[in-house]
Nanobody
Framework: QVQLVESGGGLVQAGGSLRLTCAASGNIFAISTMDWYRQAPGKQRQLVASIGSGGNTNYADSVKGRFTISRDSAKNTVYLQMNSLKPEDTAVYYC???????????WGQGTQVTVAS
């Protein structure tokens, strides 16, 4: 059992900031990657940011320079600091974890982020 719980979503105005938190619990071991995805209505789920076990990060072009992913490995927790938010960032944001030699995948339930123009 692995559970991912997202928090920190909400309603903000364009230009504002939010910080999302994802706390992983359960049978956690050998995490390879923790990620944030988002899915807007009618769109495919999109990778927003990822952070590997060594701290390496990747970002979607649409959020580079505005979003920062970070982690606390001891707490199995990943964060997404979102600055300069745009209405286009409105989506349900999902935490995602990959672990183990078989690269098992787990998903959170999502947290809604709404950016008002």
């Amino acid at each position: 059992q692995v559970q991912l719980v997202e928090s920190g979503g909400g309603l903000v105005q364009a230009g504002g900031s939010l910080r999302l938190t994802c706390a992983a619990s359960g049978n956690i071991f050998a995490i390879s990657t923790m990620d944030w995805y988002r899915q807007a209505p009618g769109k495919q789920r999109q990778l927003v940011a990822s952070i590997g076990s060594g701290g390496n990060t990747n970002y979607a072009d649409s959020v580079k320079g505005r979003f920062t992913i970070s982690r606390d490995s001891a707490k199995n927790t990943v964060y997404l600091q979102m600055n300069s938010l745009k209405p286009e960032d409105t989506a349900v944001y999902y935490c995602h974890l990959i672990q183990g030699i078989w690269r098992s995948e787990y998903w959170g339930q999502g947290t809604q982020v709404t950016v008002a123009s």
